[in-house]
């Protein structure tokens, strides 16, 4: 599947406060999808249904990116540019320290 990457990464925290880099529109859905149901709102199902919009070529990767970065200013998410030092995978679930 293609990943539809972001022009520039979008710096988050996620999880008990750990900087994550996303991305890409796969990384920001997956994000997306995991976050609490009790704690989704309008900002999370705009931008979640943006990411599956461009999983299936309706919407261009960055107005998801947009409507991610919306969603991650709402929640308080957003950070400053991560050093590339520390970073949190997603993937592997552990933080990455080069």
Do not use: Q
Request: aromatic share 10%.
């Amino acid at each position: 599947m293609k990943e539809n990457f972001f022009k520039t990464p979008v710096f988050v925290l996620v999880g008990l406060g750990l900087p994550a880099n996303i991305r890409s529109v796969m990384e920001a859905y997956k994000l997306l999808n995991d976050w609490p149901v009790h704690n989704r709102d309008t900002s999370h199902t705009l931008a979640l249904n943006a990411c599956k919009g461009v999983l299936t070529e309706a919407i261009e990767t960055e107005t998801a990116r947009g409507l991610f970065v919306a969603f991650a200013k709402k929640h308080d998410l957003l950070t400053p540019e991560l050093s590339p030092a520390i970073e949190y995978r997603r993937g592997g679930r552990s933080l990455y320290v080069v």
